[in-house]
């Protein structure tokens, strides 16, 4: 398709408009050159954007983190636009504090996670064999004390329709106590001989490692998931049999994903940990459980 160029021109003539009619109002000129300026920002970041993520497709290398970076920055702005009128605005400072401050410190968690992947370099990765790794609780208790906070301060704080958002919120982390109360977080992860273990709060699927034909990353929202391919749903193993229909559906409905950040894991590592027991048969061999080591005996006194 043609590409029309007068829609490279639309950003320029929406800042004008308004320039002309602050000049035609005689405005003073640096005001004029301000409001005239300000399409060279989204422009700016969508021509910088478009050139980093061409460079990164043509050298194979990470894709750009300009949007993460500039979100942090937007709301470090806002955040530093709260305190400033903490004093004045109280009921509508703090609600902004709070979600912008949230902001501030998930995108600085996501760029942590993302250039600590960069860093990762692995000759091999190994697994200690037969040991649950279960989900990491301290991050979805954050999750909704933060949801707590924010919610909170906007229910009793700001007019009716951030208090209803606020509301709404609360009722979010108070789902994710209850669900975490329930027990239905207890899950985790097993690396065995024969396969991959799936442990949920009352029962575990086993997919064998010859049953994976492959494993992929697919990043959603900023978050990794590795989704196994498994062709042969019937290789899987299911203890107690009874709920070998249910984990069967719930494959065929949404597949064999696993989400590394939800068990505290980097992707990278477990990507390259399940690669090598999928390729290297003989490799598997290392998962056997390991008996404990003897206590030591205290040394008889003379």
Known sequence: MARIPWLDLLPWLLFA??????????????????????????????????????????????????????????????????????????????????????????????????LRSRRFRALSVSVRGGHNIPMSMPRFIAIAAGLLVFGGGSLFAGPPVIAAIGGFVVLVALAILALWAGGQFRQYLRFDPAGLTYGMPRYEYQVPWNAIAGVRVLAISNNAMLVLSVPDLSAVGVTPPRFAAKVRRTILRRGFVIAPLNFGLDTEPLLAALARYVNEPAARAELAPRPEAPARLPAPSA
């Not at 061409?54 to 500039?70: C, H, N, Q, V």
């Open 17 to 114: 408009m308004p320039a002309g009619y602050a000049a035609w109002h005689g405005a003073p000129w640096t005001l004029v050159a301000l409001i005239g300026s300000l399409c060279v920002v989204p422009t700016g970041y969508i021509l910088l954007k478009a050139w980093l993520d061409e460079r990164a497709r043509r050298t194979g290398g990470p894709p750009s983190m300009l949007e993460d970076w500039t979100v942090l920055g937007v709301c470090l702005f806002f955040c530093g636009g709260a305190l400033f009128t903490l004093d004045a605005n109280l009921e509508e400072s703090l609600p902004m504090l709070a979600l912008f401050g949230g902001g501030v410190a998930l995108f600085v968690d996501i760029i942590r996670r993302k």
